[in-house]
């Protein structure tokens, strides 16, 4: 079955400065990667995601990348502030409405 | 619009003891998926069900079932708890749009086993 890998387990940054999450993924069907953001305490929230026909996406300071034939997909935060600070789990699955295989997580801690 | 609730918030129970979570998905959405979050790991895929039906399970063991009702509420039970089974427990819902393939979280029911 599909295996997601993800790195850094853990992430210091100075507020200012960009954070950058690596995940690479098995299963070369996989064709749809989202990622989540969970602040202490709460529920697990979408904050961008990627379909396996773009190579990159957008969305203010957030962006994602993914190379199809590395398989591996990375999340982008720049400009970061202390409310970035959360752990973030990337995800994949292999078609419309199956379920999601997660990552490990990345704590992210932004350093005022 | 409501998102989705899950009850109750917190459980205690004991090993061997049986548990019953529940999980009312966002109104309109027909999938609601399942999973584990133990204390400071990730998300373990438990359990997907759509239209009422069981459509895919994780790797772990049949003591963990559950079902989904018309109104496509669902219901994850736990039998014979052991130790290992404290955790979260989340219920995402997914549906609308065929142009979404978005999972909602719900806040999740913190199970205790002593």
């Known amino acids: 079955g599909e295996n997601v890998e993800q790195h850094p387990s853990t992430l210091s940054v100075q507020e200012g400065d960009s954070a950058v999450i690596k995940c690479t993924y098995s299963?070369?069907?996989?064709?749809?990667f989202p990622w989540y953001k969970q602040e202490l305490g709460k529920r697990p929230q979408l904050i961008i995601d990627?379909?396996?026909?773009?190579g990159e996406k957008k969305d203010q300071r957030i962006a994602v990348t993914l190379n199809k034939t590395a398989k591996h997909f990375s999340l982008h935060i720049t400009e970061t502030q202390p409310e970035d600070s959360a752990v973030y789990f990337c995800a994949a699955s292999k078609a419309f409405g199956q379920n999601f295989v997660f990552g490990p997580g990345t704590r992210l801690s932004v350093l005022p | 619009e409501a998102g989705v609730t899950q009850s109750p918030t917190h459980l205690i129970k004991t090993r061997g003891q049986q548990v019953t979570l529940r999980c009312s998905p966002i109104s309109g959405h027909t999938s609601v998926y399942w999973y584990q979050q133990a204390l400071g790991l990730g998300l373990q895929f438990l359990l997907w069900y759509d239209e009422g039906e069981e459509r895919n399970r994780g790797n772990f063991p049949p003591r963990f079932s559950g079902r989904q009702f018309p109104n496509y509420s669902s219901e994850l039970n736990v039998n014979a708890l052991e130790l290992e089974d404290s955790a979260l427990y989340l219920c995402?819902?997914?549906?609308?749009?065929?142009?979404?393939?978005?999972?909602?979280f719900g806040a999740g029911t913190r199970l205790s086993v002593l």
């Open positions: 299963d070369s069907a996989s064709n749809y």
């Open positions: 990627i379909r396996s026909n773009v």
């Open positions: 995402a819902s997914r549906g609308g749009s065929l142009a979404k393939n978005i999972q909602y």
